[in-house]
């Protein structure tokens, strides 16, 4: 049987966001900034969703409440599933080796079961009806530029306009691992970006306060009433799922559609997106169906 701090065990655990920055200050800190950045966040999030305060609250059933709700109807990919789970079991760790808990709940959580590697995506018909309800929501042009470009959530979070090349036709953005990549811009985004560049043309493309990006909690709150009136859209990942898929369907060349997500591997394209025959048109990313209603 486990040894546990017997302070800790009779609920005088410290609070579970000083021992996650202990964790991020000790164990963390001799990673690389983006993987230490990363697991952090992935922890930080779970803690936040499951309301936790105590070490002792984190439970197998309650990480699996939270995989689950992150790949409810494709909100996540297989592969984020799975790095959630690994930075949860990674702090867990911790907690364990500082005798905090008796045993990592992680061991116990069934990642087979809740891990759904097929993405779910928006019809074309539900795309427009999306853009409809977004323009009257208040967030109509994050979901026309996420459908646009495939982003991440972190990368439209972050993008700057000074990064939109308007001349050369592409949009240059950093990834994971902060690697750079390229997306053309879509004839149906390009006027909007003139006119968003017209008047401002540095600083973040969706500034917050401060003209500072917007913070994760506030896009969340922005898709949370087309959330409401769309379940099916449980997250703003399902945007860019919703690109590779239908850009896949019109026999864009997979290559591509892979430079544009920026996977790192074909495989992690070939997995969720798997498609048909090539095509060599220069003018593939306007595949993507009209976005008019």
Known sequence: MAHVNHSYAQGRAPHIFDLLEAWKRGQLSGMAASTRTNYYSNVRNFIWWGN????????????EDYLGYRTQNG????????????????????????????????NYVSLPKIIVDTPVFL????MRHALRLGFCLGCGFEVKFALATGFRLDEMRRFARKNINLDAGFLKVKGKGDKIRTVPIQKQLRGDLEIMLSYKPDGPL?????????????????LLPLRELMPKISGWHIFRHTFASLLAQRDVELAKIRNWLGHRNIQT???????????????DINKMPSFET
Do not use: M
Not at 52 to 63: A, F, R, T, V
């Open 52 to 63: 936790i305060s105590s070490p002792h609250q984190i439970k197998h059933g309650l990480i």
């Open 75 to 106: 909100a996540a990919a297989a592969s984020t599933v799975r790095s959630i789970h690994a930075a949860i079991t990674k702090f867990c760790d911790h907690l364990l080796f500082k005798e905090i808990i008796p045993a990592n709940p992680c």
């Open 123 to 126: 019809t074309e018909e539900e």
């Open 206 to 222: 969706f500034p917050g306060k401060n003209n500072e990006p917007r913070s994760t909690q506030t896009w969340y709150k922005l």
């Open 269 to 283: 394209t070939l997995d969720y997106y798997v498609t048909l025959s090539p095509s060599n048109h220069d003018d």
